[in-house]
């Protein structure tokens, strides 16, 4: 649970960093290599997670309401453009079941709202709120 504080915290705690992650959800590949790193170091953060709850579900260490809960948030956030475009740069560095899991995921038609829906404040729209 540390780490996912920490993952979803941290960007909060420095609201400067809001428009990047806005554009970041937008699109990964036309952030400058440093705004990359930042963006990166987030999603990475909570796909790790991901993957180890995965794992530990897989091996009946975690129950199936958690794994649910899991897989819902893995649906919404690889919907987002620039979770897709970071993934599809990303994958490698996860575990081959991992990265076929999220293909499952991808291919499924599962209708779970993308993050930038359910988070009104991830969205570019949000940003004319202010």
Known sequence: MEEINRAFLTPMQDPA?????????ASFRTLTGDEQMVIASFWQSLFLICQESHILHQNGSIDDDLAATMETFM???????????????????HSPSFQNYVARLRASNLEIAPL??????????SRARG
């Open 17 to 25: 960093k809001a428009p990047l992650f806005r554009k970041g959800a």
């Open 75 to 93: 649906v919404s956030a690889i919907q987002v453009p620039g979770v897709a475009e970071w993934w599809e740069e990303s994958a490698p560095g």
């Open 116 to 125: 930038t829906q359910v988070w009104s404040w991830f969205s570019e729209a």
